[in-house]
């Protein structure tokens, strides 16, 4: 099945400092991909739907001058925690699809979780 | 986009049978129905995914009614390692976004 590679694994981070997480699709190419958020004992919650070569259409009550989302080329996206704080520590995953506009089989990475000091 | 009820966790002993079901009731024509696995720090895995009837592969069955306002997630001989959380999503395919409900916390005991 196809692959989505997801970076870092884990980072810690001080209070204040940006993020970076990135989101590969390594043997296909997508369009769109979509960047959620869970944390402990809860179930993924969608932040974002990023789609390549325009703006992120991102759900309601996710700031998206706070999360960054760029989806530059059709094998990545990248979000990015601004100005992170404590509050802002979850798990946080990223997923695509192969088939272009039609989401009922999607592909996971393996989640970043944030920790902020 | 059509909203699903699961139940919040299941208890099973290893080798026996697990099924989940999942209600859909406003399931569209265009929707179909996917399951996904879920361990912890992990991202979810896709199980299986099927539109009616009855889908089978090499993990797991699936059994859709003709109404399709529900479906069963089918485990059989549950292993140790089955201990996850397995989410019901009705995805509709002219590209609208996934959203994942609470999921079943299922635990697989010695």
């Known amino acids: 099945g196809a692959v989505v590679s997801q970076h870092p694994s884990r980072v810690i981070c001080k209070s204040g400092t940006s993020v970076k997480i990135e989101c590969r699709s390594l043997d296909f190419q997508a369009t769109t991909m979509f960047w959620y958020r869970q944390f402990p004992k809860q179930s993924l919650m969608l932040m974002a739907t990023?789609?390549?070569?325009?703006?992120?259409?991102?759900e309601q009550g996710v700031e998206k001058d706070k999360f960054l989302i760029n989806h530059a080329s059709l094998t990545l996206s990248t979000l990015t925690v601004t100005s992170a704080h404590p509050e802002d520590s979850s798990f946080y995953i990223c997923?695509?699809?192969?088939?272009?506009?039609?989401?009922?089989?999607?592909?996971f990475g393996s989640g970043t979780q944030l920790s902020v000091l | 986009l059509a909203k699903t009820t699961q139940p919040i966790s299941m208890d099973s002993y290893e080798g026996q049978e697990v099924n989940i079901t999942c209600s859909h009731n406003n399931i569209a024509t265009n929707d179909y129905i996917t399951w996904y696995q879920q361990f912890p720090s992990q991202g979810p895995r896709f199980i299986i995914q099927g539109y009616k009837t009855k889908v089978t592969n090499e993990v797991a069955s699936l059994f859709i009614p003709a109404d399709r306002k529900s479906s069963t997630l089918s485990l059989p001989r549950v292993s140790l390692s089955d201990t996850a959380v397995y989410y019901c999503l009705v995805v509709n395919t002219g590209g609208f976004k996934t959203i994942f409900g609470a999921g079943t916390r299922l635990f697989v005991k010695a």
């Open positions: 990023s789609n390549e070569g325009s703006k992120a259409t991102y």
């Open positions: 997923s695509a699809s192969e088939n272009r506009g039609s989401y009922e089989k999607l592909f």
